[in-house]
C-alpha cells in the first residue's frame, strides 16, 4: 500500500475518494438476437435460447403444454418471467436432457433466469433476489455398501 492509515480520518478520506463503481454489463447476443445460457438442476441439463417474442415456450421441439402436462411444472418455467416482469414478451426454445420431469423443468427455468440476464441485464437485480440465478446443487446422494440405500440399513435381526 502507497500510503499508511492510522487513523480513522485517513480512513474516511480513503473511503471517500475512490467508491467502488458496480460493473456495467453488457447484453450478449448473438446474430439472430437471441441469449444462451445453459440451466442445471439434479441430473437434468438444459440449454436455452430465450429471444424477443410472443412468449412461445418450446421444449425438446414440443409446446410446454404438450411437453410439462403438469400445472405445476408449467408455473414453474414461467416463474422467472413473472418476477421480472417480462410475461408474454420472450420465446424460449430450449432442449433438455437427464434426470426426470421435475428436474427437468427446474433446469429448463435455471436456463431461462440465466439468459433472460443475459439478454437483458437490468432483469438481473430481481431474477438474484428471487434466487433464480443460482443453480441447486442438491443432488442424490449415492448408495453405499453394506447399505440398503444411501443410509437405509437392512433389517436388524438379533437371532
Known amino acids: 500500500m502507497a500510503e499508511d492509515i492510522k487513523t480513522l480520518d485517513d480512513l474516511k ?6 467508491p467502488a463503481a458496480a460493473p456495467v454489463r453488457e447484453a450478449q447476443r448473438d446474430s439472430l438476437g437471441r441469449s444462451y445460457a445453459t440451466g442445471k438442476r439434479k441430473d437434468a441439463v438444459a440449454r ?11 421444449v425438446n421441439g414440443k409446446d410446454i403444454a404438450e411437453y410439462f402436462a403438469r400445472p405445476v411444472l408449467q408455473m414453474i418455467l414461467r416463474q422467472p ?22 428436474g427437468q423443468a427446474g433446469a429448463v427455468k435455471h436456463g431461462i433466469s440465466k439468459a433472460l440476464q443475459l ?9 438474484k433476489a428471487a434466487g433464480f440465478l443460482t ?14 440405500k444411501a443410509r437405509r440399513s437392512f433389517q436388524f435381526s438379533k437371532r
Open 13 to 18: 478520506s480513503v473511503a471517500t475518494a475512490a
Open 48 to 58: 436455452v435460447w430465450v429471444k424477443p417474442g410472443s412468449g412461445k415456450v418450446v
Open 81 to 102: 418471467f413473472e418476477v421480472a416482469g417480462v410475461s408474454g414478451q420472450y420465446d424460449v426454445y430450449a432442449t433438455v436432457a437427464g434426470g426426470g420431469l421435475s
Open 119 to 127: 439478454h437483458e441485464p437490468s432483469l438481473r437485480a430481481a431474477l
Open 135 to 148: 443453480r441447486d446443487s442438491r443432488v442424490v446422494e449415492r448408495k453405499k455398501y453394506g447399505k440398503a
